[in-house]
């Protein structure tokens, strides 16, 4: 019972089926949003209007289709196509290579006419043609009037290295559902933050306690006005609050400390500060109500004799400067720091208080996964190596002399005219 089990598990149709029921799965998980709130199915997947006619809301939370890569049964294909691959290698690769590094030795004639390259030579020196043979870095075997060559073996270890390192890819998918954890923080500059809102955690991951601190938060502009690069000075603090490590972020540069990595990915304006005549700080808040210009901001500022009356500051950058309009929309002008703007008394703009937006994540199984990709490549480049194999005869006067090859048929045809010429 247990040989059939495993002969049905290394079995090459089951491990296809178990491969379409993870692409499968995996479709299904990039077509439905993942880790979404129920009110957002709700929305999008209403009971009255199904997706496919069949898939509503309460259909994809029974079946855990809001966290795929998470669910259990995801989890299972994973650990049966391991399984599979793992019987494969060692209950068929394992032992072909075992069989391929035998002396397969041709002691009748019969098996020459089946070869696709194959000859017989009259009145040849057998001699030269193992010294031709020889000179090509063939294994040479030799018993009475029979020789079995063959090179390049090391090229049929190449599928045992393969299924190897999709073991190590699956091994570190399943590390990085169970470990892993993503969250987003959106820090104002100079604040210090805790890792708070996560967005997806693995059931047996633990989230850091680690404080850090947002230092400054500036953008870079090109010639015409377009963004360049977002940069956070962010340091990583200690239980006592001192700092043990500081870095400057971008985009797609992160902070990396014990394995949580710091990504840069968004920005937001919360507010202006301005410094009154008596010399007291005075902030209001920005807010952004246009749908279709997201990085735009707005306040309101009131003279203080009446509410319809004031100026509306408006900004979209952080170059240093907002453009005045008054309460009938008309521009006024711009504003830039260290500048002073009259409404009921004069006011200085001192700052455009900015945040930034960071992602924070750990997978432990990426270089578990990074392993695997090297052996995949590795094998890659160990598969274009040939695997050629050659018989000779040596009859009273004849030699039939024949061989095969799984790759590069043309070369290994001008290299056996070479041995027979």
Same mark, same amino acid.
């Given at each position: 019972?247990?040989?059939?089990?495993?002969?049905?598990?290394?079995?090459?149709? /089951?491990?296809?089926?178990?491969?379409?029921?993870?692409?499968?799965?995996?479709?299904?998980?990039?077509?439905?949003?993942?880790?979404?709130?129920?009110?957002?199915?709700?929305?999008?997947?209403?009971?009255?209007?199904?997706?496919?006619? /069949?898939?509503?809301?309460?259909?994809? &939370?029974?079946?855990?289709?809001?966290?795929?890569?998470?669910?259990?049964?995801?989890?299972?294909?994973?650990?049966? /196509?391991?399984?599979?691959?793992?019987?494969?290698?060692?209950?068929?690769?394992?032992?072909?290579?075992?069989?391929?590094?035998?002396?397969?030795?041709?002691?009748?004639?019969?098996?020459?006419?089946?070869?696709?390259?194959?000859?017989?030579? !009259?009145?040849?020196?057998?001699?030269?043609?193992?010294?031709?043979?020889?000179?090509?870095?063939?294994?040479?075997?030799?018993?009475?009037?029979?020789?079995?060559?063959?090179?390049?073996?090391?090229?049929?270890?190449?599928? *045992?290295?393969?299924?190897?390192?999709?073991?190590?890819?699956?091994?570190?998918?399943?590390?990085?559902?169970?470990?892993?954890?993503?969250?987003?923080?959106?820090?104002?500059?100079?604040?210090?933050?805790?890792?708070?809102?996560?967005?997806?955690?693995?059931?047996?991951?633990?989230?850091?306690?680690?404080?850090?601190?947002?230092?400054?938060?500036?953008?870079?502009?090109?010639?015409?006005?377009?963004?360049?690069?977002?940069?956070?000075?962010?340091? *990583?603090? +200690?239980?006592?609050?001192?700092?043990?490590?500081?870095?400057?972020?971008?985009?797609?540069?992160?902070?990396?400390?014990?394995? &949580?990595?710091?990504?840069?990915?968004?920005?937001?304006?919360?507010?202006?500060?301005?410094? !009154?005549?008596?010399?007291?700080?005075?902030?209001?808040?920005?807010?952004?109500?246009?749908?279709?210009?997201?990085?735009?901001?707005?306040?309101?500022?009131? +003279?203080?004799?009446?509410?319809?009356?004031?100026?509306?500051? *408006?900004?979209?950058?952080?170059?240093?400067?907002?453009?005045?309009? !008054?309460?009938?929309?008309?521009?006024?002008?711009?504003?830039?720091?260290?500048?002073?703007?009259?409404?009921?008394?004069?006011?200085?703009?001192?700052?455009?208080?900015?945040?930034?937006?960071?992602?924070?994540?750990?997978?432990?199984? &990426?270089?578990?996964?990074?392993?695997?990709?090297?052996?995949?490549?590795?094998?890659?480049?160990?598969?274009?190596?040939?695997?050629?194999?050659?018989?000779?005869?040596?009859?009273?006067?004849?030699?039939?002399?024949?061989?095969?090859?799984?790759?590069?048929?043309?070369?290994?045809?001008?290299?056996?005219?070479?041995?027979?010429?």
């Amino acid at each position: 019972m247990k040989q059939k089990v495993f002969r049905l598990l290394a079995d090459l149709r /089951f491990s296809i089926f178990i491969l379409l029921l993870i692409s499968f799965c995996s479709i299904a998980g990039t077509i439905i949003e993942q880790d979404q709130t129920i009110e957002a199915y709700k929305i999008n997947y209403p009971l009255n209007n199904p997706l496919f006619g /069949f898939l509503s809301w309460d259909l994809i &939370i029974k079946l855990g289709l809001d966290h795929v890569y998470k669910t259990w049964w995801f989890l299972t294909l994973i650990v049966l /196509f391991g399984c599979s691959l793992t019987l494969c290698s060692f209950l068929q690769q394992v032992p072909s290579l075992k069989i391929a590094r035998r002396c397969q030795f041709f002691r009748t004639t019969s098996p020459f006419y089946r070869l696709k390259i194959s000859t017989i030579l !009259n009145n040849s020196s057998f001699n030269q043609i193992l010294s031709r043979i020889k000179n090509q870095q063939y294994s040479i075997f030799h018993q009475k009037n029979m020789v079995y060559c063959y090179k390049g073996l090391i090229g049929r270890i190449a599928p *045992i290295i393969v299924h190897f390192s999709m073991i190590l890819i699956l091994i570190g998918t399943i590390i990085g559902s169970l470990f892993g954890f993503k969250a987003q923080e959106i820090v104002p500059k100079t604040e210090t933050f805790h890792i708070q809102n996560i967005l997806t955690n693995g059931p047996v991951s633990i989230i850091s306690r680690t404080s850090a601190r947002v230092n400054d938060f500036w953008i870079t502009y090109t010639k015409t006005k377009t963004i360049s690069q977002f940069y956070s000075d962010i340091s *990583i603090l +200690n239980s006592k609050g001192n700092e043990t490590t500081r870095k400057t972020i971008y985009v797609n540069h992160p902070l990396i400390q014990n394995n &949580i990595y710091y990504y840069q990915t968004d920005w937001n304006l919360i507010g202006l500060r301005f410094q !009154n005549s008596a010399k007291q700080i005075v902030e209001y808040p920005l807010i952004n109500t246009f749908e279709n210009q997201n990085k735009v901001w707005l306040t309101w500022i009131s +003279n203080n004799k009446s509410s319809n009356d004031g100026i509306i500051l *408006i900004i979209n950058n952080l170059e240093g400067y907002c453009s005045i309009y !008054n309460n009938k929309g008309q521009f006024l002008g711009n504003l830039e720091l260290n500048e002073m703007v009259n409404i009921l008394e004069p006011m200085t703009l001192l700052e455009i208080i900015s945040s930034t937006g960071l992602q924070i994540k750990t997978d432990p199984g &990426i270089p578990v996964i990074y392993l695997g990709f090297f052996f995949l490549m590795i094998s890659t480049l160990i598969s274009y190596i040939t695997y050629s194999q050659v018989w000779m005869i040596n009859t009273d006067k004849q030699i039939f002399i024949g061989g095969n090859t799984n790759r590069a048929v043309f070369d290994f045809e001008l290299e056996f005219l070479k041995f027979v010429k």
